[in-house]
């Protein structure tokens, strides 16, 4: 009695259990279909959740033009990859805005430049023409035309080699002073 191990065994019928267990098995397959329906759901919608800062971005991405290089994503501050990527791409297209500027004021410049001598070529020659004049006149005339026409010619041949160098077609130059 003590000290002494024993045994007691215990029986119940198991057909019941087993029919219980069988109906949860139907019940787990079953059920697949609309557990996988609910989890694509599920992922679909926390994925769209996710993206929507992404498609954000997209969309002011596609609104900046050349016109517009005033317009600035939106930097969400979450200190992710979003962020760097937004702050990223604001710089890229300040450097565009600033170099759309540079151009401009450029172009400006050379038109500026350029107009000057033309109109001293045409304003000298609209006046040689206006009476006869002896042939002094005349060659004085044509030296200053001739004169304004070399410097006109020197501006266009320095714009031309600008235009190479930024399409990196020939490099520029070297000269020493």
Known sequence: VLGR???????TEVSQA?????????????????????AA???????????APVDQITNTARS?????LSQRLSVPNTGDELERLSATLNEMVARLQSSFQKI?????DASHELRT?????RTTAELSLRRRRDEVEYRDAL????????????LIEGLMVLARADSEAEALPCSRT
Do not use: C
């Not at 087993?18 to 609910?38: D, N, R, Y």
């Not at 001598?117 to 070529?121: F, N, R, T, V």
């Open 64 to 68: 900046i033009t050349a016109s517009k």
């Open 143 to 154: 030296t200053q035309i001739l004169g304004e026409a070399e410097r006109t010619t020197a």
């Open 117 to 121: 001598p033309i109109a001293l070529i």
């Open 41 to 51: 759901l599920g992922g679909y919608w926390i994925s769209r959740k996710a993206l």
């Open 18 to 38: 087993q029919e219980v267990i069988t109906q949860f098995g139907w019940l787990l397959v079953s059920s697949i279909p609309a557990v996988l329906f609910l």
């Open 104 to 108: 401009a004021q450029f172009t400006a």
């Open 5 to 11: 191990d024993y045994a007691v065994l215990l029986a």
